[in-house]
């Protein structure tokens, strides 16, 4: 298809076709008659064949099974509507697919003898951008829908507690701070389609604001901990439920200190919060309040999980264990 017979331009068809290719545009025909096609080089390269003429049928078996049949169709269309057209199809399947536009002028327009020509263009990279885009469109909407939801239960549950207007207004917006400092986690510097965040990078910007009134907290996490970004709204709503009572009854109060410890047991994720206080303390959550419960509710239904607490006026311990990511 290439000569170097140069146009008074100083032009050959080879020069020609080689800046088309280079864009990723390619050369075909095809007879409806016969069912054979005419491939340049670039073309044989897009279906993965050695031939310059080959059956359409045997290039229809290439493409992407959920593209065939509208294809074909489209095909064999283009040979009799005297219009534009352009459709697009996958070549195979998996990691390797290319996506191809086929470009051109329909019926005797488009013909040159018995030969229907027209172009392929490789639109691979602009599809994958696409299909990262929704990617992430389609996580940013889930995660949204998470968010409302937990911000309806959190408004229900918090509303139910409160004694008075002040302290629904103080504690809703506390745990609404959290679940934005939880979400900014999984959205932000990873990227939005971020799939699990360190546990110890969590664990240390969740306690960031406690941690700067008393220092009194070590936290100790196993190399390779991580959890879901899907969780991370329940892992915040427990640590936000431990840090506060602490800041009211226990270490982060200057009443003692904390040690907060992660490891792999077994295929769980143990994660021990204990607190040690210098001086007695009677705090009114028993096991049987609001925090309490809600505690026990995220860890058993939001993480699938079991929890263990243990309370005296010097200590307080709860293991939790929750399956590992």
């Keep these: 298809?290439?000569?170097?017979?140069?146009?008074?331009?100083?032009?050959?068809?080879?020069?020609?076709?080689?800046?088309?290719?280079?864009?990723?545009?390619?050369?075909?025909?095809?007879?409806?008659?016969?069912?054979?096609?005419?491939?340049?080089?670039?073309?044989?390269?897009?279906?993965?064949?050695?031939?310059?003429?080959?059956?359409?049928?045997?290039?229809?078996?290439?493409?992407?099974?959920?593209?065939?049949?509208?294809?074909?169709?489209?095909?064999?269309?283009?040979?009799?509507?005297?219009?534009?057209?352009?459709?697009?199809?996958?070549?195979?399947?998996?990691?390797?697919?290319?996506?191809i536009s086929a470009r051109g002028v329909?019926?005797?327009?488009?013909?040159?003898?018995?030969?229907?020509?027209?172009?392929?263009?490789?639109?691979?990279?602009?599809?994958?951008?696409?299909?990262?885009?929704?990617?992430?469109?389609n996580e940013m909407a889930h995660r949204l829908a998470n968010m409302f939801a937990v911000?309806?239960?959190?408004?229900?549950?918090?509303?139910?507690?409160?004694?008075?207007?002040?302290?629904?207004?103080?504690?809703?917006?506390?745990?609404?701070?959290?679940?934005?400092?939880?979400?900014a986690m999984a959205t932000g510097a990873r990227g939005i389609a971020s799939e699990s965040i360190p546990l110890k990078t969590f664990l240390d910007q969740m306690l960031i604001p406690y941690d700067r009134m008393s220092g009194a907290e070590?936290?100790?996490?196993?190399?390779?901990?991580?959890?879901?970004?899907?969780?991370?709204?329940?892992?915040?709503m427990i640590v936000h439920e431990l840090a506060t009572n602490s800041a009211k009854y226990g270490a982060y109060s200057g009443n003692g200190s904390l040690s907060v410890t992660a490891k792999n047991r077994d295929g769980n994720l143990e994660i021990r919060w204990r607190e040690e206080l210098r001086h007695d303390v009677v705090a009114p959550d028993s096991g049987t309040g609001f925090g309490s419960k809600m505690l026990r509710q995220t860890v058993t239904r939001g993480l699938r999980g079991t929890i263990e607490r243990q309370l005296d006026a010097r200590s307080l311990d709860v293991l939790i264990s929750v399956p590992a990511a």
């Design 218 to 236: 070590i936290v100790t996490v196993e190399d390779g901990l991580s959890i879901p970004a899907d969780d991370i709204n329940n892992y915040a």
């Design 1 to 99: 298809m290439q000569t170097t017979q140069q146009t008074e331009h100083g032009w050959s068809l080879g020069d020609f076709t080689d800046t088309i290719h280079r864009g990723g545009v390619a050369l075909w025909a095809w007879s409806p008659e016969t069912r054979l096609a005419q491939l340049d080089s670039l073309c044989r390269e897009f279906w993965g064949v050695n031939e310059s003429v080959v059956s359409i049928d045997a290039l229809f078996e290439r493409m992407h099974e959920d593209d065939r049949e509208t294809t074909i169709a489209a095909w064999f269309a283009s040979a009799i509507d005297p219009t534009a057209y352009s459709f697009d199809f996958r070549i195979g399947t998996g990691d390797d697919v290319r996506w």
């Design 151 to 183: 911000a309806r239960a959190l408004t229900g549950i918090v509303a139910r507690e409160a004694s008075d207007v002040q302290e629904f207004a103080n504690d809703l917006s506390g745990r609404f701070e959290v679940l934005h400092r939880a979400t």
């Design 106 to 137: 329909g019926g005797s327009e488009g013909r040159s003898g018995g030969w229907v020509q027209a172009i392929f263009l490789d639109i691979t990279q602009h599809r994958r951008a696409e299909e990262a885009a929704q990617l992430v469109s």
